[in-house]
């Protein structure tokens, strides 16, 4: 089995990147992905200019990393493009600034509740507002709405 491999290595390189490919189809990780296909492209490479196990690995080793690069090169850069559409996702608070609601309860020094939807939020305001008047949440700070009076 061994002379086999060794008058063949471009079978090796060959089957090693179908294995690792067909691992990550099973994973689906994209850990194997790469070193599959630079297993491939140098089983390729060797078909075409023999070269020593040495180079050989070499080869491999450095395809792997290129590979690799290139793909957090091209992943991070689609990353950095693209603007979630649920980027307030789960936070609640941040959903509704910019949102105008009326006031329920008298505001005393500067602090009290207001209903938004099914909740009740605490809320902070630089004036004292009476019950009846409208606002705008214009910022979140921990649990608590900050409104202004519009």
Avoid at 116 to 136: F, H, I, K, M, N
Wanted: overall charge neutral.
């Amino acid at each position: 089995m061994i002379e086999l491999i060794v008058a063949h290595p471009h079978a090796f390189w060959l089957s090693l990147g179908g294995l690792l490919l067909a691992a990550e189809m099973l994973g689906g990780n994209g850990y194997l992905l790469w070193s599959g296909v630079a297993a491939v492209i140098t089983g390729l490479l060797v078909w075409l200019i023999p070269l020593d196990w040495a180079w050989q690995g070499a080869l491999f080793a450095v395809l792997t990393l290129v590979a690799a690069w290139l793909w957090w090169r091209w992943l991070s850069t689609r990353v950095k493009a693209q603007k979630p559409v649920d980027a307030h996702l789960n936070q609640r608070g941040q959903q509704i600034v910019g949102k105008r609601f009326t006031l329920d309860t008298t505001l005393v020094n500067g602090r009290g509740h207001m209903r938004v939807g099914d909740s009740s939020w605490p809320v902070v305001a630089d004036d004292d507002l009476s019950a009846g008047t409208r606002v705008e949440v214009i910022a979140v700070e921990g649990i608590t709405l900050r409104v202004k009076a519009c």
